[in-house]
């Protein structure tokens, strides 16, 4: 079975800095996707980026890319510019190529903004 | 695009009861739907995958004649919580699959959640 590690439980960042979320997995596979989960106080999960693993090119997505090591299965968010409305509970989350689209979420990386 | 429902939002209800969850793909198909429940400060943990025209296939110690599931059309599935007890009080939160969407058949889009209370 797949796991997925967020081993940041809380982060910190000032307002218009740049910070990086850990998440690593574990897997044998060698087609899957990974993907960057928000969750605000709202608890909306909104999808804030994809990485396909046969892609070596990082995702990116405005202010938001990631560094994914295929090799080291090393998937990191970076937020570029924080915005007070970044904060929020961020989710990391793996999905076989062949298994019904089920997620496997990390335990979550809470982010705080200081204005 | 690509938006889920979920209702009621909250409930509040007493031990005994049975509670029913709606989710709803407003603007696509899923063929599939999941369901997920998140304790406070914790991360979604799956409890089972809803099949349009199927049955659910549930997670290892979800009950699933406690946790009814219903996928009855490409836009809604439902879980219904049978007699509900303190303890299966929760945030629920569905997901479903867009199967032709633009962001690609991998890509699931999530409910506001509803936040079950049983008193």
């Known amino acids: 079975a797949q796991t997925v590690t967020q081993s940041q439980p809380e982060m910190s960042v000032q307002e218009a800095e740049t910070v990086t979320l850990s998440c690593t997995y574990d897997?044998?596979?060698?087609?899957?996707?990974l993907f960057w989960y928000k969750q605000p106080p709202s608890r909306q999960m909104i999808l804030v980026i994809r990485?396909?693993?046969?892609?070596?090119q990082n995702a990116t997505e405005n202010r938001f890319s990631v560094n994914f090591q295929k090799a080291a299965k090393s998937f990191s968010l970076k937020i570029s510019d924080s915005q007070l409305g970044d904060a929020a509970m961020y989710f990391c989350?793996?999905?076989?190529?062949?298994?019904?689209?089920?997620?496997?979420f990390g335990g979550g990386t809470r982010l705080m903004v200081k204005p | 695009g690509a938006v889920v429902s979920q209702h009621p939002s909250w409930v509040i209800c007493k031990s005994g009861t049975s509670v029913k969850i709606e989710c709803r793909s407003l603007d696509f198909q899923a063929t599939t739907m999941f369901w997920y429940r998140q304790f406070p400060k914790q991360s979604l943990m799956l409890m089972a995958t809803?099949?349009?025209?199927?049955?659910?296939t549930y997670e290892q110690g979800v009950e699933k004649d406690k946790f009814l599931i219903n996928h009855a059309s490409l836009t809604l599935s439902t879980l219904t919580v049978t007699s509900a007890h303190p303890e299966d009080s929760s945030f629920y939160i569905c997901s479903a699959r867009d199967n032709w969407g633009l962001g690609g058949t991998d890509t699931q889009y999530f409910g506001p959640g509803t936040r079950l209370t049983v008193l």
């Open positions: 897997t044998s596979e060698s087609d899957y996707y």
């Open positions: 990485q396909e693993a046969y892609k070596q």
């Open positions: 809803s099949n349009e025209g199927s049955k659910a």
């Open positions: 989350a793996y999905r076989s190529s062949n298994a019904g689209n089920m997620l496997t």
